[in-house]
């Protein structure tokens, strides 16, 4: 979540879910909140049905919340600055803006707003392919309300300039004082358990737990002095990501890889690459409950332990730190992942020893200002959100309240940009991947048991009615899909839900791994690949 | 603010409480059975009927608004008689299948049934067959343990906002049917809400019983909004994910990941010793031998070619704890900072 760090100083969401019960409106954008977080969506149901809150849906997608919304629309993916720019140029224009917290709590309007200039109503309905009015009428719904709370997803942060469009959505909220306010925020929602966790702990090249940066030497040398290394001893180099740790595996750059509880090779970008990528590894070990596509590529296999069979940790999208408990005995000869590292660890020549997860949450809480009060005691019964500096610390629900974490909330200039992959003649159509309510990420866990594949057995493409029309396919047909890098074949499943021109494939199914298809091309930043915008063409399969 | 007494006892309680809610507020219990704190007041039942001063017939305690001045009584011979004879007229076709049923133990008819003494129903009525298919294959659906509570109806139309099933038919031969298969969402919140034994997980069925199980209470581990749950377990063996009312983010709520999914954690898929790859083919291994060899390889790798030579990537399914010594890993034993993990996806 490079996006909102950079512009708050911090990359979580900023206000509690409960929060949107408060909201006047709230823009819900990339994200199919019914089906990747089923409660969150009752919630905003609630909001509407009980407190007259209004929803303003804005998506390539016609998700199914636009059921509940006020107001919807479909701009042409890819096209997100452009619409947000359009909306903050009327909103500035009509006077809707907070000019006193603007003034007060913010820096860098004046180049920010000059740049918005130019997008105008016009120029961004060339763009967004959205009319005029709706543009006003959205920006309205927005930008009278207060509070106005913002919620976003993958279908924001997966393209090449995901990182601009999460600036620019910070933008939108600090412009009309959405910052710091109950029913207010920009947020994030977080598609698995621990991606809030696994930030927090430093699992980032570039920063340590509680995001202090490897690149300043007294983080450095503190970290040092509390693993007991020498005081240079730790690498002052931001490590590589995971989109550039493949690729440097196919150079021969990184010899060997460990995996912990990831199955990259069925949700990475461009996948035929990515199994080229790992044949090159010298060495590649894979820690995981099950033998996952990702693992019968390793040359060891660790057996790992699920959530049921450990104590610890995970963090919530609103940053609210909470309990796991064992509740079963481990099968077989697997071992808690945390003996697995720690053993591991020993046996390299570094000592690690621990008697329980207890005593690693109470190491990280020395070493962690924001998780400083975070104790098992404290969360035995209910959660903390953090940052929560001691043990007195009830804990901080709602982020940025008087002022931002790294002082002034700072406007972005941020220009549109046209994605990566454009449909052109040759592929025309849009392809985005996602997930449904009924499965999780790679399926290694949802796909197990019978409960959840009787209710979604199958893989299937959702397109419009109006391009099966066209391409002379039914219901249940078979497709073929195809884009620059590769191929798959799919059951069509028609639906108004994508727009003319869309198609849509989730990606749960290892036999069919949409993401043959995808682009790897990254964010400069945040280095997440574009998968929501690929250019394929669709087929009727023979 | 509006003052009465319940039982002789004098309550203050904002206008627009009702008699139900002014009674819990201070300890006086009324018993229920459609009456569910995150619905609005149903009013089916007719459990929680009181007296008013003043007023002829009794009045249902869960949908009557406070009045000022008002002397209600909770708890009457008069009162237990119309209890007894509300719930008799639920049992007349009630099949008492207690000794089969996953409700039994913690079923709010059959606690009921059991303080009011009820030994006998004179009551008959001719039984009407139902079929009993429901709107998702998860929940298996009991029509003759149903009591047209509505519980189930109003959670799936407040709560999910979705409205996926409906009563049809009256009297006797009344059900809950599904209006639409097709938007059901397989979510359960229907099955948490049922105060019987009308609505049952079908993956769960005779597979425990409830003063057998051990409930502990933990976090989803599927998405990120985080609610809370418990894992039902019996024999080692996860039977059913259950919710408390009002616990979490979730207040009770769940998806259908988060409740039915749990069947991968006791799945004969699992693997169970660690693995080492020869000449293609996997082969069972000892720790001691899987370890040294990945200790060995990093160790050589480390030494020829630097710390930067190895890349790890951490888990977003993983606990704070082991991301925390995974990157401790990295970073103090390895001495990189190549380490991820796949949140930016
Ligand atoms: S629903 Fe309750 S009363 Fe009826 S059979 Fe089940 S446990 Fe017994
Ligand atoms: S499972 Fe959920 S969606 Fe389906 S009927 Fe029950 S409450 Fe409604
Ligand atoms: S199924 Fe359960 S909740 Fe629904 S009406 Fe019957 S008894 Fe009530
Ligand atoms: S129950 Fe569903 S909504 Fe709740 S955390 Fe689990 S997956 Fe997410
Ligand atoms: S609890 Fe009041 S009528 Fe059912």
Redesign the interface.
């Known amino acids: 979540m490079a996006g909102l760090a950079a512009t708050f100083g911090s990359g979580a969401m900023t206000n509690p879910i409960k929060d949107v019960l408060k909201s006047e409106t709230v823009l819900v954008t990339g994200t199919n909140t019914t089906e990747n977080h089923p409660i969150f969506a009752n919630y905003l149901k609630e909001a509407v049905l009980k407190h007259g809150t209004k929803i303003l849906v804005i998506d390539p997608r016609r998700i199914d919340l636009v059921d509940y919304a006020e107001l919807y629309l479909q701009p042409k993916p890819g096209t997100d600055i452009a619409w947000i720019n359009g909306l903050m140029h009327i909103i500035i224009k009509e006077g809707w803006a907070a000019q006193e917290y603007v003034a007060e709590r913010c820096e860098g309007y004046e180049d920010f707003a000059k740049n918005l200039e130019k997008y105008t109503p016009e120029y961004v309905s060339g763009i967004t392919g959205l009319s005029e009015d709706e543009l006003y009428a959205a920006a309205k719904l927005y930008g009278q309300a207060s509070p106005a709370s913002i919620l976003y997803a993958m279908g924001i942060t997966q393209h090449s300039c995901g990182t601009d469009n999460v600036k620019s959505l910070g933008n939108l909220a600090m412009l009309c004082g959405n910052m710091g306010v109950e029913g207010g925020g920009v947020n994030p929602l977080r598609g698995q358990n621990n991606v809030q966790g696994a930030c927090d702990m430093g699992g980032l090249p570039n920063v340590y737990t509680g995001y202090q940066k490897v690149d300043i030497p007294e983080v450095r040398e503190k970290f040092a002095k509390a693993w007991g290394l020498e005081a240079d001893a730790l690498d002052a180099n931001p490590g590589l990501v995971l989109t550039e740790m493949f690729p440097a595996a196919a150079e021969g750059k990184v010899k060997a890889m460990y995996i912990m509880g990831e199955n990259p090779l069925v949700s990475d970008p461009d996948l035929t690459h990515i199994e080229h990528c790992v044949e090159a590894l010298d060495f590649f070990v894979v820690q995981d409950l099950f033998m996952t596509e990702t693992a019968k590529m390793a040359d060891v296999v660790l057996p790992g332990v699920s959530f049921a069979e450990k104590d610890g940790t995970f963090v919530n999208s609103e940053r609210v730190v909470q309990r796991i408990r064992k509740a079963l005995t481990i099968p077989g000869e697997a071992r808690e992942d945390r003996e697995i590292i720690a053993e591991l660890s020993t046996r390299m020549g570094y000592e690690m020893k621990y008697e329980s997860a207890e005593a690693i949450m109470q190491e990280i809480s020395q070493v962690t200002p924001s998780y400083g009060g975070i104790t098992y005691e404290r969360i035995a019964e209910k959660g903390l959100a953090w940052p929560c500096p001691d043990t007195d610390h009830p804990g901080t629900p709602i982020l940025h309240v008087s002022n931002f974490s790294r002082g002034k909330g700072l406007f972005f200039t941020i220009d549109h940009q046209p994605p990566a992959e454009n449909a052109d003649a040759e592929y025309p159509f849009i392809l985005t991947t996602g997930r449904v309510h009924s499965h999780f990420h790679t399926g290694t866990m949802t796909r197990k048991g019978e409960g959840l594949n009787k209710v979604h057995p199958e893989i299937k493409a959702e397109i419009n009615p109006e391009d099966a029309a066209r391409l002379g396919v039914e219901d249940g047909d078979l497709l073929s899909i195809s884009s620059r890098r590769g191929s798959i074949e799919v059951k069509a499943w028609l639906s108004d839900r994508p727009a003319a021109g869309l198609v849509f494939v989730p990606f749960h199914f290892h036999e069919v791994a949409v993401n043959r298809l995808t682009n790897a091309v990254l964010d400069p930043v945040a280095k997440i690949p574009e998968y929501k915008v690929c250019a394929v063409k669709v087929e009727k399969a023979v | 603010m509006v003052t009465l007494t319940i039982d002789g006892k004098e309550v203050t309680v904002p206008q627009g409480t009702t008699i139900l809610e002014a009674a819990k507020s201070v300890d006086i219990r009324i018993p229920t059975l459609c009456y569910h704190e995150r619905l609005n007041p149903i009013g089916s039942c007719r459990m929680c009927v009181v007296e008013i001063d003043g007023f002829g017939h009794p009045m249902a305690a869960c949908t009557t608004p406070v009045e000022d001045g008002i002397e209600v009584t909770t708890n009457s011979d008069r009162l237990t008689r119309i209890r007894q004879d509300s719930l008799k007229l639920i049992l007349v076709n009630h099949p008492l299948d207690c000794p089969i049923c996953d409700k039994g133990g913690e079923c709010l008819l059959q606690d009921l049934v059991y303080e009011h003494g009820i030994d006998k129903v004179e009551y008959t009525a001719a039984k009407v067959d139902r079929d009993s298919l429901y709107a998702?294959?998860?929940i298996r659906y009991w029509p003759d343990r149903c009591i047209m509570c509505l519980r189930c109806v109003t959670a799936c139309q407040?709560?999910?906002?979705i409205g996926a099933i409906s009563i049809e038919g009256d009297g006797y031969g009344a059900q809950v049917v599904a209006v639409d298969p097709e938007i059901c969402?397989?979510?359960g919140e229907c099955l948490q809400v049922c105060p019987t034994g009308a609505l049952t997980a079908?993956?769960s069925r005779y597979r425990g019983r409830t003063w057998l199980i051990?409930r502990?209470?933990?976090?989803?581990?599927?998405?990120?909004?985080?609610?809370?749950l418990e894992?039902n377990?019996q024999n080692?063996?996860?039977i059913a994910v259950t919710t408390k009312d009002g616990v979490?983010?979730?207040q009770g709520?769940?998806?259908?990941?988060g409740r039915?999914?749990?069947?991968?954690?006791?799945?004969d898929?699992?693997?169970?010793?660690?693995?080492?790859?020869q000449n293609g083919e996997?082969q069972e291994?000892s720790?001691d031998e899987?370890?040294?060899?990945?200790?060995e390889?990093?160790?050589a790798?480390k030494a020829e070619?630097g710390?930067?030579?190895?890349?790890?990537?951490?888990?977003?399914?993983?606990?704070?704890?082991?991301?925390?010594?995974?990157?401790?890993?990295?970073?103090?034993?390895?001495?990189?900072?190549?380490?991820?993990?796949?949140?930016?996806?």
Request: aromatic share 10%; proline share 3%.
């Open positions: 998702t294959p998860l407040e709560i999910k906002g969402q397989s979510c079908d993956l051990d502990v209470p933990t976090t989803c581990t599927y998405c990120g909004c985080g609610c809370q894992l377990v080692n063996q996860v979490g983010v979730n709520s769940l998806c259908v990941k039915f999914g749990y069947e991968f954690i006791n799945s898929d699992r693997l169970k010793t660690p693995m080492i790859k996997f291994a720790w899987a370890l040294s060899l990945v200790a390889k990093f160790s790798i070619h710390g930067g030579a190895i890349g790890g990537l951490t888990s977003a399914r993983c606990s704070n704890e082991e991301n925390y010594l995974f990157q401790k890993f990295m970073r103090a034993a390895i001495g990189t900072n190549n380490v991820d993990h796949c949140a930016r996806l």
